[in-house]
């Protein structure tokens, strides 16, 4: 099985950068994903690790640290629509994702 | 191109009814997938299917049925709703289970009373 584990909430300003921690305990590591969920909307696919490292997606990047079962989304250049839930996923050797409880990420103008 | 549609949108079911869920895509996607959603817990898998014909067990299973009878639908049956059952409930796909990204539905919110 998966422990997964996030912060709850994080409040940032306009214009700022924002990291948000995640760090897991698996019996299979096959990958991690992080996904973005605004308020009452599905959850939409932000990033995908699965060697260590940084990805890097415009204003988003993902870091993983395999030997750590740590990863981090850095979210930069905060605008007032990223202000939603971001949902760290860990895939098992079966494919199967568990998902931490999410992080709710507030923006101030 | 709808992607992937679930439905009711919403719905409220007493205690002890039978209700299914309905998801479809249209993507021709291998791999579908049933989460529910709590405040606090996260998603959580209840049941999958990595090809039409086969299904499997998630992390939440109980209490629920799925069946694969072609590609492009996947139902979820919840044979005799209890309360512990209110959820909003997500279906996702996937080309295969070995994708890097799931493609989720938008949702249905159940209550069941």
């Known amino acids: 099985g998966q422990n997964i584990d996030q912060p709850t909430e994080m409040t940032a300003t306009e214009g700022a950068i924002v990291q948000i921690n995640c760090t897991y305990q698996t019996s299979g590591f096959n990958g991690l994903f992080w996904y973005q969920q605004h308020a009452g909307e599905a959850p939409t696919f932000l990033s995908y690790?699965?060697?260590?490292g940084l990805e890097e997606k415009g204003r988003f990047s993902s870091f993983l640290s395999r030997s750590k079962g740590y990863s981090y989304l850095l979210l930069k250049e905060l605008q007032m629509k990223d202000s939603a839930s971001y949902l760290c996923a860990v895939r098992d050797r079966d494919y199967k994702l568990s998902f931490g409880a999410g992080t709710t990420v507030t923006v101030r103008a | 191109i709808a992607g992937i549609t679930q439905a009711p949108t919403s719905q409220i079911l007493a205690a002890g009814r039978r209700m299914t869920l309905r998801c479809t895509q249209d993507m021709r996607h291998n791999a579908m997938y049933w989460y529910r959603q709590d405040l606090g817990l996260g998603l959580r898998l209840i049941h999958y299917s990595n090809t039409a014909g086969t299904t499997g067990k998630g992390e939440v299973p109980d209490g629920y049925s799925v069946s694969r009878a072609n590609t492009d639908d996947f139902p979820l049956t919840l044979a005799s709703a209890v309360p512990s059952q209110t959820s909003v409930y997500f279906c996702a796909s996937s080309p295969g289970q070995e994708a890097d990204t799931q493609y989720f539905g938008p949702g249905t919110r159940l209550t069941v009373l």
């Open positions: 690790n699965v060697l260590d």
